[in-house]
């Protein structure tokens, strides 16, 4: 399974950004799917999360009420509205996923992509 990130780039604050995340590959199933940032010098923290078999979503306290997630198929998408400088960070999906196949449980991560917000 691969993850393909995009989406990222410079706002101002109060800006918005859409990030996207395409999982791609054979023979699995999505389980739920997420996006975590990285802040320099911070812990990786979730933003939010989408779970398959009921469309619920999940959020971080610090982005809940701006930020929304959605999906469509294998693409999650990650609306981030009025975007504040503390929202710059490295995005990464992640997805969590079963085989069939080999009856496993795995879980895999995209490359990142690069949200600044300016102030």
């Known amino acids: 399974v691969q993850l393909q990130a995009s989406g990222g780039g410079s706002v101002q604050a109060g800006g918005s950004l859409t990030l996207s995340c395409v999982a791609s590959g054979s023979s699995f199933r999505l389980i739920d799917m997420g996006w975590y940032r990285r802040a320099p010098g911070k812990q990786r923290e979730l933003v939010g999360s989408?779970?398959?078999?009921?469309?619920s979503t999940h959020y971080g306290d610090s982005v809940k009420g701006r930020f929304t997630i959605s999906r469509d198929r294998a693409i999650l998408y990650l609306q981030m509205n009025n975007l504040k400088p503390e929202d710059t960070a490295i995005y990464y999906c992640n997805a969590d996923t079963w085989h069939d196949h080999t009856s496993a449980r795995i879980q895999y991560w995209g490359q990142g992509t690069e949200v600044t917000v300016s102030s």
């Open positions: 989408f779970t398959m078999v009921d469309g």
